[in-house]
């Protein structure tokens, strides 16, 4: 009889070896593979920085929202202790806060209101500022179909005609795209307490123009700003006094600050139109005095130095500097700069927060065309590196490899040039995001960089590098190992 | 798989290792269809060292990759072994690479990045050979082509005449049945080429591999038991070489 071969099955090679003969692979080619890093790199790069600066713009947004707020505390006093404010804002005020904030305890006290009254009235004016921001919304045809020309609270007026809520629900369902925040219910009992609801309003209108008054007659002549700087002494108390929630120890140390602040910057600004400060500035500056204006003496005043020289020249032509010194002027031109970069912070940022992760519209979209600009080009790369190893696969597969080994082969590889690749890039595009972020908004907000989101947003930038790096490969190396070896060897 | 036994009343050692039956294998190019096999059969018995000869186009290479598995007839079957090649599994089939068949290539084809010792361990870390032995075994083989010291060296820093001593090293690693070399002294200098053939020579003689071996050098001529011309996809002759020894002067002019 006649023997035949024992054919078993391959084994198949251990991880570790072909781990090794692939690195010896790379470090043969280290040119090529060099190349290949570099497109992942340059590529993840790319999507790391669009990621890095949208993470850090969404983190400023929020931030500077916080301090805008704090920095406007004195204009926002000035206008609260000069005017009671329109029906429309008493409304929108009362409902940003909660029931048992103080700012609805003090209007509660100022109304006259008992507790179950002020309660209906919070509930409604909830309601009132839901209906405001549907009506802010919409451009200017539609708010015609459904209110006519009526604005503010004469929307509510004219829903309580009859003709007028006819035209309102028989329009609104044509309106896809709309969603009313109110039900139908809810709509016909606001519309029906709404009379009640704006006397409540006007009672609080009333309150607040009687405090005013008040303390209209003891500040006598003194400009409000002047007074709001003596806000953490006598100041105060008038105000408190009136009726007005002041929280003496979180807010009137910083509306006094900031009312001192400010008037000290009406006095630098005022001095400028003395002809000896200006030379100074000028002179600094090598430019002509006229052509000095404020922004370039804040930004004078910013060294200490020029500050001393600029305090002096306001002394030479008596203009009043008592309680200025030299640190003080550059600790304000300082402050200013800081608000400055809020502004511009917050300028910058409009538009964050909608979108895929709260990116924006427009970042979210840049991202998935930088997701698809680093796939295909590594995809270029990888497969470029496969095609150029046709020979070797097939000389691999006559010494007997298996599909399976020369796959994990090129899988292995291209992992390691997509980590390795990758890591490079989440590193280089996160930089220079923060770089740019941080030019672009000053160093004010180095404190709010957003690191944890950024070390995650790296994660997931090296992670698409691989998995795109892999995926990358599979395809061609599949193609490479199923091919009859003599095939392999002929389309090289 | 198939077990037929043909005229082999012979001892266990003259058995047939490479059988053909009606071997044929057609390229589709744009649309033209070209034979470049038309029903070869032959067979070819362990211990043989066979010379393929003919003209470029004429099919040799193509015969080559059908006894050598690496690519599948149109019509036809490859036995090696008695086992019929069509009716691997892909696992089989590189197992059979692997353990029965040795290859050698005009170009050598080595792996660029591995060392002179790696290259020849390599078939046996396919095969499962431990790392220890293959390369115990490795530095043997290594000896016989005379190679030893240069173990550590890349393909890069070595001739064309140590790559392919290499190169047959390599396909000696898992003690193959069947040699199959093509052209192997085709991009050798004379002198190298024959440090070759002695090699394979050698190798017939004393460890008694089955080498086939297509061919242009006259030469093989003076080492191989058996000839055979193909030609336009067919057998042209097959004949021993004592019987062609009269006729070198004019085959050899055709052949060459």
Known sequence: ?492 | MEQQSPQQSDAEKRRVIIRTVGLKKSYIMKGVVTEALRGVEVEIVTGEFISVMGPSGSGKSTFFNMIGALDSPTVGRVFIDEVDVAQLTAEELAYLRCHKIGYIFQSYNLIKYMTALENVTTPMAFGGVMPDEARERGMELLDIVGLKDRWHHRPIEMSGGQQQRVAIARSLANQPSVLLCDEPTANLDLKTGQEILEILQRLNQEKGVTIICATHDHRMLDICDRLMWIRDGMIERIARREDVHIEVGTIGGESN
């Open chain 1, 1 to 492: 009889m006649n023997k035949t071969i024992e054919i078993s099955d391959q084994p198949r090679l251990s991880l570790p070896r072909t781990v090794r003969i692939t690195i010896d692979g790379i470090r043969y080619r280290l040119f090529r593979a060099a190349v290949t890093v570099a497109v992942i790199a340059v590529a993840v790069a790319f999507l790391m920085n669009i990621l890095s600066e949208s993470l850090i713009k969404r983190a400023v947004a929020e931030d500077t929202h916080e301090r805008v707020e704090r920095s406007q505390f004195v204009h926002n006093w000035m206008a609260r202790l000069s005017a009671p404010g329109t029906i429309e804002a008493i409304l929108k005020e009362l409902a940003s806060v909660e029931l048992t904030s103080p700012i609805a305890n003090e209007m509660s006290s100022m109304s006259g209101l008992s507790d179950a009254e002020f309660a209906r009235f919070y509930e409604n004016a909830s309601a009132a500022s839901k209906c405001f921001a549907f009506f802010a919304d919409l451009d200017y045809a539609k708010r015609r179909n459904l209110v006519h020309t009526a604005v503010s609270v004469e929307v509510f007026k004219r829903l309580r005609t009859p003709d007028g809520l006819e035209q309102f629900e028989a329009i609104l369902p044509t309106m896809k795209s709309l969603r009313f925040p109110l039900s139908g219910e809810e709509l016909t009992a606001f519309l029906q307490a709404w009379p009640q609801t704006l006397a409540q309003a006007q009672n609080v209108q009333e309150g607040r123009k009687k405090a005013i008054a008040g303390i209209k007659a003891k500040r006598g002549q003194t400009a409000i700003l002047t007074s709001l700087a003596d806000a953490e002494g006598q100041f105060g108390n008038d105000i408190r006094a009136a009726g007005f929630h002041f929280d003496g120890d979180a807010v009137a140390p910083v509306v006094a600050e900031q009312a001192r602040a400010l008037l000290d910057a009406r006095r630098l600004e005022k001095s400028m139109e003395q002809k000896t400060t200006r030379q100074a500035i000028a002179q600094h500056y090598n430019i002509l005095p006229a052509d000095v204006n404020v922004i370039l003496m804040w930004k004078y005043l910013r060294s200490k130095k020029s500050a001393r020289t600029y305090l002096e020249k306001m002394e030479e032509c008596e203009v009043d500097t008592s309680g200025l010194t030299p640190e003080r002027l550059t600790i304000l031109a300082n402050v200013r700069q800081a608000e400055k970069a809020l502004v511009r912070a917050q300028r910058l940022t409009v538009g964050t927060g909608e979108g895929w992760m709260g990116l924006g519209e427009r970042l979210s979209w840049l991202l998935l065309v930088s997701m698809m600009v680093c796939g295909i080009g590594i995809s270029n790369a990888m497969l470029m590196t496969v095609t150029e190893r046709f020979t070797e696969i097939a000389t691999l597969k006559c010494l007997g490899a298996l599909d399976g080994f020369i796959m994990l082969m090129f899988v292995l590889e291209s992992c390691f040039l997509g980590v390795v690749g990758g890591a490079i890039g989440a590193v280089l595009g996160c930089l220079i995001g923060l770089g740019r972020m941080l030019s672009a908004f000053g160093p004010v907000f180095a404190g709010s960089m957003p690191a944890l989101d950024l070390l995650a947003g790296m994660f997931i930038a090296v992670a698409l590098g691989v998995i795109l790096a892999a995926g990358a490969a599979v395809y061609p190396s599949l193609k490479a190992a199923r091919l009859a070896p003599m095939e392999a060897m002929r389309i090289e």
